[in-house]
Every structure is written in structure tokens, then in C-alpha cells.
């Protein structure tokens, strides 16, 4: 003590930054570290993660949570019509999923809008979009997330009962996932487009595409995803916004299945030229293994693992193991974005889609060190992809030595989000995402980076902590 | 310089050892730069540098030649069996093509040996491989390089009358390139195994795969191959031994024309399964593309730029663009690999195939940032990987804007070797390699990386001078 108030100050100020001004103010030095209190200064949050800071409850649910999200083997079993798998939509019910935490029709941003109103016409339900639209806003629909019947979808996330699924089972817990099948670019439904091309296409993947595909797999026998994605993750993709390597090396595995199976040389031609043309095709496949790896996680008391983030356009939801089906909702946060010529973010729609369901998982832009090319198009480089995949390690329970990154000398990705170490330390999930135009029928504008917001996180700890007191004394 | 001999002195020293040991004598600090003389110290080599140096009729050459392979666009035109596309083979004559530079039957390595027996084999010109052995020691069979009938082939590089050929074509200059079809691993004919399942592979390729290919090639018209290569490089290979991302899109490409083709039902599934079973397809593509980009910068006159590298398992020889065909050899260096089980360096041929033609155009070794899966498998790192790349600069006229290397912020690879640069700072080129067994028939025991040897181009930096001497007074 003697000797630090004889030697001239040299101080780190961590905390707020007038404490600094004093020591220079005193003659002293002084550096302010960047600092934030946690959870925005919330007081009840940051009483909710001193509580729950090091509780050997929640630490425990975490492990456990964790190890059956590692431990998952997510397998495409199957294609099957969504009037079929999924009970909601038994008998071809009028009723449609979408992306993200449960929405009003009368709420619902512009793109989710104009999907909703074109699968309403693709399902007979409606002759015309203006029709569809009358039917809609007299409730003539049953209207609920994907997440809600076990299913996940991008963008607008739209699932009717006609539509073919994914059918993706995690082999080491028996719990199966479901996705609906990528359009390609250019106007597609999940965009908000909705014209007759649209619906044509529509017709052919659920008429052609989707039994054709049915045929393969019944010879290639089901298919593990997540070798297929650890060997992507290696070829310069995150199976969220880059997926031509697992596109590649799925089609690699499912054309000669094709052409030997029994289906008619022509199915085969337009289900080889239909995957062939659309370097997206695994990205529905990436998020359905991504959910069923972790709802095996979900539903694990006071654990604090996030087990769904997702967005409806208008909100952005996310879901922990320890608060089971509810949804913490934000308004999403804008997107640092590239956009096609002659649009801007005025243009834009808000964050969209369950593909957030990647970096849930770990993949996307977690592991952006993956896919140096995707910070590229926004203006980033490829030590920009590192620091956001190092960033990571700070807000996650540990990482997955089943994927790993080549630009970090293989190191395993980080995942298991810790909801309390978002809010403690204030690093928010990293989102690679397309971009919609803000209104109906229109499509996609860009694509760039966003992050998860802060609040989501925040009520979830809130409510996590209650639980945890619900639960009883500490052991 | 008062100065100098009033402080103690502290020496950087540069040259040989034993002057930094009198510095010490004395007193001083003397750090010694790890250092050679240039050309391992031969005095004409080192002359024939001094007098090319900056010499603008070399310079001049060089840009000319470099320019030329930077201008190349090889495009996959056809596929052409050999006695149709090779003058030398016209009408099927007992004429047999092997990898690098010219070598005598008797002085043959042995998977060369073993590779060329089974070529007579599969020819019917024996009976069996015994009797292939003795039509060879009576000199029954002209043999000849690849690189002499305008092709490439990898490890023994065997190309028989009978065999199919992918034609590759220069748009921006004409010329043309030749390469064999890829086997696969195991046993197979490159790697010296001649067995009867070997021969019949061969004969499926020749009869099944080559028809069908070609078939599905009138479909998707000329593929350009220098955009694939290029994707291919942003997807985890280097492509020479890696070609896992170049085969899947490759692939992605044939399918759907494969099924649109008129080809029967059944050659497609054998096609498609034969490709997509075979991560190495893509590399003698690779190698055809690569020669036909080379072979645009050779013959211009005074110029040091290395055109053709390429090893018979005996000998290690270059090409400079120019000395024409003159092939400069020294004895190759051994590989630094990773070997199969049961087997060690002690089993392995010396470094074989005309496959070092990646290198040359500045692929493979060159480019094996690209491919930090590579120096891994050997026990090396990413960074290794990349400082291999970066190392190339120091040999090379330039970079190659279209093949970029993601893991260096998307910088062009380093191409076109210039012998002077080689012999002046002694860094050798890089170069990938599987290994064969050193006996015939046994097939791949391992894969390394190794490093072209120097008195190959200490040769020819020795004859260039030579023939630039001959051009006449310096302009």
C-alpha cells in the first residue's frame, strides 16, 4: 500500500468511465476498458445471473443438456407430405406453420404475409393472393410457428399441408425434427413471392421432386447429416448462409441412388436439374439436424442452454432447456447487409426465419471462421470470420468437437449458448442471414450479418432464475 | 565511420559462418543468417544469374510467357480415346505414354514397370503379365513421356492406345491438352497394380464411363475448368491431392446431363456411381488444365519461366519455356509423407507422375493454404500450410488473379516458377504427391509433400544463359 501510493499511478479503469476522468484529472494515467453493467444495467437480471452465477443446479442441467445435444445423431430418414407427419395438419387441415415465435395474421411483416397467402392458393384454399387474403383476414386458417409442430423452415418458414418435409431422426435420443424443402432464389414463396411461377414450382417439388427423392433414399438408406456438415464446415461453408460444398457432397450421394432407383427417367432428370441449380438445397436439411440436435437438448430443469432462436419478422424468440416451450421475445435487431442493387435497408425486412436454429446450434455464423467468403461479401475479412468465431467462446457452454474450423487450426465451434453468459458479458449470438424486401411478393434484396438481441436473453434469465427458486434450496 | 569502431559492435552476418566466429573472437555480437551461395555454390551457375539478372531480354520473355498462361482458359471439349486423339498411336500402335521425362524400359522404376505391363495387358498385346514383361524386354513397345504426345497422367501416368482421354482445349490460345481418366484408389494401374481386376476397371472405363461421359458432354457443351478449379480452391482443395470440392461440382455438372443424355440407363448408374465414388476424379482434369495453360507460355524464347515439372520415379525433370523441350533432370528428393500402416519410407518408389504440372501452374503445393487438410494429414498445421504458400512468392514472376487463396484474405496464389529466382534464393517448389510402392503390383502406400530438387534447375538456368548468350548483344 506503502509503495502504490509512492510510484506514479498507472490505472484500468474497469467500470464507469468518469472514475478514469478523476485519476487524470489527479495527474494519474488511465485507460477505460470498454464496459457495460451487465444486462444493459437491469437490475433484476443482474440479480437473476448473481443468483444463478456458479449455481451447481444450473451447472449440473447444463452438462446434461449439453451432452444430449453433443451426443445427437440427426439422420434424414424420410420425405414425407406435412398432411401426413405432422397431427396439426392431419387430413390437410387449414392450418399453416411459420418461422419464428407465434404472431397474429394482422401483425405479420410483409414477406411472412405474402408466403402465407400464396401456400393458401397452392393448398386449392383460394383461386387468387386477393382471395387468400379475405380468407385470411376472416381467420379462415389455423396460423402457428414451425417450432410448434416439431418443424423449422427459413425465411418466412412456410408449411402446408401439402408441402413435402425432411424427415430427420436423432438416432441417440429417438426425437425427430422436420423441414420443409428450399425453392432456390430468385422469387420464391419463403421470400414473400407468390405468383404463379411460384406456385408452380411449389406443385412440382411436392409432385416430382419430393417422391423422386423418396425413391433415392429408399436405396441409399437413411443418411447421417452431421459427417455431411463436418466435411461442409471443412470446404468453406457454415451450412446456414453458404451451403455449396453440403449441397454438393449431398448430391454426390443422392444421384446415384436416383438413377437406380424405380423412378421414371424424366422424375429423375427434373429432381437432378432441381438440386443440381440451387447451391441452397442442403440449408433446409442443416436446420432440420440443427433442431432435432437440439430439442434432444430441451426441457432440461434450470438449465440455462438455449435451445431455439428464431424470428417471425417482427420479433425475434428464443427458447431455453429450463423454460421449456416459452418463447422471450425482442423486436430483431437490423441487418449489416449487402443488398442487391437498387435496394437498401429502407427496404428491408426485419431478421427472418428459424434458420437462426444454426447458430443455436453452433454452425452459421458461430462458425464463420468455416466460410471466410461470407464476411467477404459484406465487406469483412477473413480475420474478421475468426474473431467472430472466437467471440463465440465467451457466451457458450463449451464446443463441438464434432465440427470443426480449418481456419483455427481445426479447432472445434463453439456451441450450447449460455443464456447467462450473453447477458453477464453482453456478446450477442452472431446470425448470418438473407435479407427480404419489407413488402409482399418481391423476394430477396440481400444477405448480411446481424446479431440476436439482448432482451430476448434478459427476460429469459429473469424467468429462468424464478424457476430455479421454484425448484428449492440450493444443493 | 569514427563511429562504428568507438561502439561495441553488434553484426548481422550474411555470407559465411566463420565471420560471425572472428566477430566473436574479438569480442563483438554476431547473429549469421542461416545463408548459401546461390546454385549451392556452382561457379557457372552462378555466372549464367549474374549475367541474367535484370536482363530486360528475360524480363520481356517472361512477361510475354506469363501472360500467356494468365490468358489461358482450358475448357473440357470432348472425351477421345488415345490411338484417335495421339498421332503417336495412330491405328493402334504398340506405343505406350508414361510420366515424366524420358526414361529407358530397364531403368524404370517399378510401379512404372507394373503400370506399363498391365497397359500391354489390357491391350491384348500379352496374354499376361509375364508375357507383357518379356514382349517389353525385347523392346516390343515404343515408350515415350506424356508430355511428348501433348498429356499428362498422374504417379506412372500410363496412357495405352486404348485408353479414354479428356481433351482439353486452350480457348485463348488453341492449343490442346491431354490427360487419362482418374481409377480411383486401391489397386490401381497408376500405382503400378496390374491384376485382373485393375484390367477390367480399365476396360469399364474405356467402354462404359468414356461413351457415357461424352454423351452427357454434348449436353452441357465445353466446361470451363479454370472457374472450377478457382471454386474449387475457396472449398478446401488445392487440386492435386485434394479434389474432394472440384469432383463434387464437377459432378454436379454431369449428372443432370448425364440423365438427359441418350445414354442407356444402366452406363449412367455405372458412370455416376464410378465418379461419385472417386474423390480424385477431378485431378487429372486438373492436370490437363494446367498443362494446357503451361504449354501457352512455352517456347518464347529467353524466357525463365518453368513450363513442365514432372518425375518417372527415377528422375525429377523441368522444362523452361525458353529452352523448348529440353527436359533439365536431377535424381528426386524423397517425400516427407505419412504412410500407410506396415508400411515406411523404406517401401516407397521416389516421387512419380506428371501430377507436379499443379505445382508448375502455381496449384497443388503452391496453393496449400487453400488446403490446410493436407499439411494436417502430415502433422503440419494451417499455418504451415500457409507459409508454404507465401514462401512461393520468393520463385515466382507473379500471382495469379484467378486462383485466390481464402485463408490470405482471398490474395491470388503465387505462379510461374522462374528458374533464376529458384537458384538465386534456393527455396525449392513445393510439391504434393501420393507415394507409391517401390515394387509393381502393390499399389499407394502413403502421400507427402516434397520439394522439386535444385540441380534441375540449376541445369537450366546453365542452358538459358547459354541460348540467351546466342540471341545476341544485350537490347
Redesign the interface.
Known amino acids: 500500500m506503502a509503495t502504490l501510493f509512492k510510484d506514479s499511478l498507472t490505472v484500468v479503469n474497469v467500470g464507469i468511465a468518469a472514475f478514469a476522468d478523476n485519476v487524470r484529472a489527479a495527474g494519474g494515467t488511465a485507460v477505460s476498458l470498454a464496459w457495460q453493467p451487465p444486462a444493459h444495467g437491469d437490475r433484476d437480471a443482474a440479480w437473476a445471473l448473481a443468483e444463478m452465477s456458479a449455481d451447481p443446479r444450473v451447472e449440473a442441467a447444463n452438462e446434461i443438456a449439453f451432452a444430449r445435444f453433443l451426443e445427437a445423431q440427426p439422420v434424414l430418414v424420410d420425405i414425407a407430405t406435412a398432411r401426413d407427419a405432422l397431427p396439426a395438419m392431419e387430413g390437410g387441415a387449414r392450418v399453416i406453420a411459420h418461422a419464428g415465435p407465434p404472431i397474429a395474421w394482422s401483425a405479420m411483416c410483409g414477406p411472412m404475409r405474402g408466403a402465407i397467402m400464396g401456400a393458401a392458393v397452392f393448398e386449392g384454399w383460394a383461386p387468387s393472393v386477393a382471395e387468400a387474403k379475405a380468407l385470411l383476414d376472416a381467420n379462415g386458417v389455423a396460423l402457428m410457428p414451425c417450432h410448434h409442430v416439431g418443424a423449422v423452415g427459413p425465411m418466412s418458414g412456410i408449411i402446408s399441408p401439402s408441402m413435402p418435409l425432411f424427415v430427420v431422426d436423432n438416432r441417440a435420443a429417438g426425437n425427430r425434427a422436420y423441414s420443409n424443402f428450399n425453392e432456390g432464389l430468385g422469387k420464391v414463396l419463403r421470400f414473400g413471392a407468390n405468383g404463379p411461377e411460384v406456385i408452380a414450382r411449389l406443385r412440382m417439388m411436392a409432385e416430382t421432386v419430393a417422391p423422386t427423392l423418396r425413391a433415392a433414399l429408399a436405396h441409399t438408406g437413411p443418411i447421417e447429416l452431421k459427417p455431411l456438415m463436418a ?1 461442409a464446415l ?3 461453408d457454415e451450412v446456414h448462409n453458404r451451403n ?2 453440403a ?3 449431398l ?3 443422392l ?2 441412388a436416383l ?2 432407383s424405380n423412378a421414371a ?1 424424366e422424375a ?2 427434373a429432381t ?2 432441381f438440386i ?1 441449380g440451387n447451391d441452397h438445397f442442403f440449408l433446409n436439411l442443416s436446420m432440420a439436424a440443427c433442431k432435432a440436435m437440439l430439442d434432444a437438448a430441451a426441457g432440461v430443469p434450470a438449465s440455462s442452454m438455449v435451445t431455439a432462436m428464431a424470428r417471425n419478422g417482427i420479433n425475434f424468440g428464443i427458447r431455453l432447456s429450463g423454460t421449456g416451450e416459452r418463447w422471450f421475445e425482442a423486436p430483431a435487431n437490423p441487418i449489416d447487409g449487402l443488398y442487391f442493387p437498387g435496394y437498401s435497408i429502407a427496404d428491408a425486412a426485419a431478421d427472418l426465419g428459424d434458420s437462426a436454429i444454426t447458430e443455436t446450434a453452433g454452425v452459421g455464423g458461430f462458425a464463420m471462421a468455416a466460410a ?2 461470407i464476411v ?1 461479401f459484406v465487406g469483412g ?3 474478421d470470420a475468426i474473431h467472430k468465431s472466437l467471440s463465440m467462446r465467451a457466451i457458450t457452454i463449451g464446443v463441438n468437437p464434432a465440427f470443426t474450423l ?2 483455427l ?2 479447432a472445434p465451434a463453439a456451441a450450447g449458448i449460455d443464456a447467462r453468459k450473453v447477458v453477464d458479458c453482453g456478446v450477442l449470438p452472431v446470425i448470418n442471414s438473407g435479407i427480404a424486401h419489407r413488402e409482399a411478393g418481391v423476394g430477396q434484396i440481400g444477405a448480411g450479418v446481424t446479431t440476436a438481441p439482448l432482451d430476448c436473453f434478459v427476460g429469459a434469465v429473469k424467468a429462468l432464475a424464478q424457476s430455479v427458486r421454484e425448484i428449492g434450496a440450493k444443493r
Request: hydrophobic share 45%; no cysteine.
Open positions: 466435411q471443412n470446404m468453406g455449396v460444398a449441397t454438393s457432397l448430391f454426390r450421394r444421384a446415384p438413377i437406380e427417367r429423375i432428370a437432378l436439374a443440381a471466410p467468403a467477404k475479412t477473413p480475420t480449418p481456419a487450426d481445426f
